[in-house]
Protein backbone atom coordinates (compact mmCIF):
# COMPACT_ATOMS: atom_id res chain seq x y z
CA UNK A 1 0.00 0.00 0.00
CA UNK A 2 1.47 3.36 -1.39
CA UNK A 3 -0.25 6.72 -0.16
CA UNK A 4 0.35 10.28 -1.54
CA UNK A 5 -0.47 13.33 0.39
CA UNK A 6 -1.06 16.45 -0.74
CA UNK A 7 -1.68 20.14 0.65
CA UNK A 8 -0.55 23.38 0.10
CA UNK A 9 2.35 24.03 2.58
CA UNK A 10 0.80 24.73 6.10
CA UNK A 11 -1.87 22.12 5.66
CA UNK A 12 -0.44 20.10 7.97
CA UNK A 13 0.51 17.54 5.60
CA UNK A 14 3.93 16.76 6.96
CA UNK A 15 2.65 16.27 10.30
CA UNK A 16 -0.47 14.11 9.60
CA UNK A 17 1.56 12.08 7.25
CA UNK A 18 4.30 11.58 10.25
CA UNK A 19 1.61 10.83 12.39
CA UNK A 20 -0.34 8.15 10.06
CA UNK A 21 3.25 6.92 9.57
CA UNK A 22 4.02 5.84 13.33
CA UNK A 23 0.50 4.51 13.67
CA UNK A 24 0.87 2.07 10.52
CA UNK A 25 4.63 1.53 10.81
CA UNK A 26 5.20 2.82 7.48
CA UNK A 27 7.40 4.92 5.51
CA UNK A 28 7.49 8.58 5.99
CA UNK A 29 9.03 10.03 2.45
CA UNK A 30 9.07 14.01 3.00
CA UNK A 31 11.40 14.76 0.68
CA UNK A 32 11.79 18.44 1.34
CA UNK A 33 13.38 16.97 4.98
CA UNK A 34 15.40 14.99 2.51
CA UNK A 35 17.38 17.88 1.11
CA UNK A 36 17.26 20.11 4.04
CA UNK A 37 19.24 17.19 5.56
CA UNK A 38 21.59 16.70 2.47
CA UNK A 39 22.07 20.40 2.72
CA UNK A 40 23.08 20.44 6.67
CA UNK A 41 25.31 17.88 6.10
CA UNK A 42 27.20 19.20 3.03
CA UNK A 43 26.75 16.42 0.53
CA UNK A 44 27.16 17.31 -3.38
CA UNK A 45 23.66 16.60 -3.65
CA UNK A 46 22.75 19.06 -0.55
CA UNK A 47 25.43 21.76 -2.31
CA UNK A 48 23.45 21.53 -5.43
CA UNK A 49 20.03 21.18 -4.20
CA UNK A 50 20.62 24.47 -1.57
CA UNK A 51 20.02 27.49 -4.48
CA UNK A 52 16.66 25.73 -5.59
CA UNK A 53 15.42 24.81 -1.49
CA UNK A 54 16.43 28.38 -0.28
CA UNK A 55 14.57 29.93 -3.36
CA UNK A 56 11.64 27.88 -2.49
CA UNK A 57 12.04 26.49 -6.43
CA UNK A 58 11.34 23.81 -6.82
CA UNK A 59 14.67 21.52 -7.46
CA UNK A 60 15.39 19.91 -11.04
CA UNK A 61 13.38 16.24 -11.15
CA UNK A 62 16.85 14.66 -12.12
CA UNK A 63 18.51 14.96 -8.74
CA UNK A 64 14.87 14.84 -6.92
CA UNK A 65 14.55 11.59 -8.45
CA UNK A 66 18.18 10.70 -7.51
CA UNK A 67 17.44 11.39 -3.35
CA UNK A 68 13.42 9.44 -3.82
CA UNK A 69 14.98 6.18 -5.49
CA UNK A 70 17.65 6.58 -2.87
CA UNK A 71 14.88 6.75 0.11
CA UNK A 72 11.98 4.70 -1.45
CA UNK A 73 14.08 1.63 -4.00
CA UNK A 74 11.24 1.03 -6.52
CA UNK A 75 8.41 -1.09 -6.62
CA UNK A 76 8.63 -1.01 -2.39
CA UNK A 77 5.62 -0.53 -0.33
CA UNK A 78 4.07 0.90 2.66
CA UNK A 79 5.11 4.47 1.87
CA UNK A 80 3.67 7.54 2.66
CA UNK A 81 4.72 10.55 0.11
CA UNK A 82 4.87 13.85 1.63
CA UNK A 83 5.94 16.60 -0.88
CA UNK A 84 6.41 14.11 -3.95
CA UNK A 85 5.57 14.71 -6.40
CA UNK A 86 5.36 17.78 -7.63
CA UNK A 87 5.32 18.00 -11.00
CA UNK A 88 3.53 15.88 -14.09
CA UNK A 89 7.10 14.65 -14.82
CA UNK A 90 7.33 13.26 -11.36
CA UNK A 91 3.82 11.57 -11.18
CA UNK A 92 4.72 10.00 -14.33
CA UNK A 93 7.93 8.63 -13.15
CA UNK A 94 5.89 7.83 -9.68
CA UNK A 95 3.44 5.50 -11.32
CA UNK A 96 6.03 3.67 -13.42
CA UNK A 97 7.98 2.32 -10.83
CA UNK A 98 5.70 2.44 -7.34
CA UNK A 99 1.71 1.24 -7.06
CA UNK A 100 -0.07 4.29 -5.66
CA UNK A 101 -3.12 3.62 -4.05
CA UNK A 102 -4.69 7.03 -2.98
CA UNK A 103 -3.98 10.33 -3.11
CA UNK A 104 -5.02 12.20 -0.46
CA UNK A 105 -5.60 15.93 -0.99
CA UNK A 106 -5.51 18.42 2.32
CA UNK A 107 -7.91 21.13 1.27
CA UNK A 108 -6.82 24.78 2.60
CA UNK A 109 -7.53 28.58 1.74
CA UNK A 110 -4.90 30.16 0.45
CA UNK A 111 -5.15 32.73 3.68
CA UNK A 112 -5.05 30.36 5.98
CA UNK A 113 -1.85 28.73 4.80
CA UNK A 114 -0.37 32.32 4.85
CA UNK A 115 -1.28 32.45 8.21
CA UNK A 116 -0.11 29.21 9.49
CA UNK A 117 3.15 29.28 7.24
CA UNK A 118 3.90 32.63 8.90
CA UNK A 119 3.83 30.72 12.53
CA UNK A 120 6.26 27.69 11.44
CA UNK A 121 9.55 27.56 13.32
CA UNK A 122 12.13 24.73 12.81
CA UNK A 123 14.75 23.39 15.49
CA UNK A 124 17.86 24.57 14.08
CA UNK A 125 19.75 21.36 15.76
CA UNK A 126 17.34 18.58 14.81
CA UNK A 127 14.95 19.79 12.19
CA UNK A 128 11.50 19.27 14.61
CA UNK A 129 8.83 21.77 13.29
CA UNK A 130 6.72 23.60 15.59
CA UNK A 131 4.26 25.99 14.94
CA UNK A 132 3.60 29.30 17.22
CA UNK A 133 -0.08 29.25 16.47
CA UNK A 134 -0.62 25.06 17.14
CA UNK A 135 2.05 23.66 18.25
CA UNK A 136 3.99 25.98 20.58
CA UNK A 137 7.40 24.65 22.48
CA UNK A 138 7.24 24.37 25.99
CA UNK A 139 9.86 27.14 25.91
CA UNK A 140 9.47 29.83 23.45
CA UNK A 141 12.18 29.71 21.11
CA UNK A 142 13.78 26.27 21.91
CA UNK A 143 13.06 22.87 20.49
CA UNK A 144 11.90 20.66 23.64
CA UNK A 145 13.42 17.33 22.87
CA UNK A 146 16.98 18.84 21.95
CA UNK A 147 17.25 22.17 23.32
CA UNK A 148 17.85 23.46 19.58
CA UNK A 149 17.44 27.28 19.07
CA UNK A 150 13.96 27.39 16.92
CA UNK A 151 14.24 29.26 13.70
CA UNK A 152 12.17 30.58 10.74
CA UNK A 153 13.30 28.56 7.70
CA UNK A 154 14.36 30.86 5.03
CA UNK A 155 11.81 29.76 2.73
CA UNK A 156 8.67 30.16 5.35
CA UNK A 157 9.90 33.84 5.20
CA UNK A 158 7.05 36.24 4.23
CA UNK A 159 8.09 37.13 0.54
CA UNK A 160 8.92 33.49 -0.29
CA UNK A 161 5.35 32.12 1.47
CA UNK A 162 3.46 33.56 -1.50
CA UNK A 163 5.35 32.00 -3.82
CA UNK A 164 5.49 28.86 -3.07
CA UNK A 165 1.72 28.88 -2.53
CA UNK A 166 1.59 30.21 -5.96
CA UNK A 167 3.51 27.33 -7.50
CA UNK A 168 1.88 24.80 -5.45
CA UNK A 169 -1.85 25.70 -6.70
CA UNK A 170 -0.44 25.51 -9.85
CA UNK A 171 1.26 22.42 -9.60
CA UNK A 172 -1.77 21.22 -7.56
CA UNK A 173 -4.01 21.53 -10.50
CA UNK A 174 -1.94 19.90 -13.42
CA UNK A 175 -1.01 16.85 -10.96
CA UNK A 176 -4.63 16.55 -9.85
CA UNK A 177 -5.56 16.62 -13.75
CA UNK A 178 -2.87 14.02 -14.30
CA UNK A 179 -3.94 11.56 -11.64
CA UNK A 180 -7.92 12.07 -12.79
CA UNK A 181 -8.92 7.84 -14.04
CA UNK A 182 -5.51 6.68 -12.95
CA UNK A 183 -6.14 6.87 -9.52
CA UNK A 184 -8.30 7.43 -6.63
CA UNK A 185 -8.19 11.19 -5.04
CA UNK A 186 -9.95 12.39 -1.96
CA UNK A 187 -10.05 15.40 0.15
CA UNK A 188 -10.21 16.00 3.44
CA UNK A 189 -10.97 20.02 5.00
CA UNK A 190 -7.54 20.50 6.38
CA UNK A 191 -9.13 24.18 8.26
CA UNK A 192 -9.86 21.86 10.94
CA UNK A 193 -7.70 20.71 14.03
CA UNK A 194 -4.59 18.27 14.31
CA UNK A 195 -6.81 15.40 15.56
CA UNK A 196 -10.39 15.82 13.19
CA UNK A 197 -8.09 16.14 10.23
CA UNK A 198 -5.53 12.87 11.69
CA UNK A 199 -9.20 10.58 12.27
CA UNK A 200 -10.33 11.22 8.64
CA UNK A 201 -7.05 10.33 6.92
CA UNK A 202 -6.75 7.46 8.95
CA UNK A 203 -10.49 6.35 8.02
CA UNK A 204 -9.10 7.02 4.18
CA UNK A 205 -6.53 4.86 4.46
CA UNK A 206 -8.41 1.68 6.49
CA UNK A 207 -10.83 1.68 3.59
CA UNK A 208 -8.67 0.73 1.39
CA UNK A 209 -6.92 -2.01 3.63
P1 LIG B 1 8.84 21.45 1.71
O1 LIG B 1 9.57 21.13 2.95
O2 LIG B 1 7.94 20.35 1.24
O3 LIG B 1 8.16 22.78 1.76
O4 LIG B 1 9.96 21.58 0.55
C1 LIG B 1 11.01 22.49 0.68
C2 LIG B 1 11.70 22.67 -0.65
O5 LIG B 1 12.24 21.41 -1.10
C3 LIG B 1 10.83 23.13 -1.80
O6 LIG B 1 10.61 24.51 -1.80
C4 LIG B 1 11.65 22.67 -3.00
O7 LIG B 1 12.77 23.52 -3.19
C5 LIG B 1 12.18 21.33 -2.52
N1 LIG B 1 11.25 20.24 -2.89
C6 LIG B 1 10.39 19.59 -2.08
N2 LIG B 1 9.72 18.64 -2.75
C7 LIG B 1 10.15 18.69 -4.03
C8 LIG B 1 9.82 17.97 -5.23
N3 LIG B 1 8.92 16.98 -5.25
N4 LIG B 1 10.46 18.31 -6.36
C9 LIG B 1 11.37 19.28 -6.38
N5 LIG B 1 11.72 20.00 -5.29
C10 LIG B 1 11.12 19.72 -4.13
Keep these: MNIVIMGVQ ?35 TGKEAKQYVTNGEL ?4 LT ?24 AQSKYLLEHYQIDK ?5 LSEAEAVKRISARRNCSKCGR ?5 YKKPQKEGICDVCGGELVTREDDKPKEVQRRIDIYMEQARKLLDFF ?7 SIDA ?6 IFS ?10
Design 59 to 62: VPDE
Design 10 to 44: GSGKGTQAKKLAELKGWKHINIGQLFRAEMSGGTA
Design 180 to 186: EGKVKIV
Design 129 to 133: DYNTL
Design 200 to 209: LLVKEVDSLQ
Design 103 to 107: IIVLD
Design 65 to 88: FRIFANAAPFNSSNLILDGFPRSV
Design 191 to 196: SQGIDE
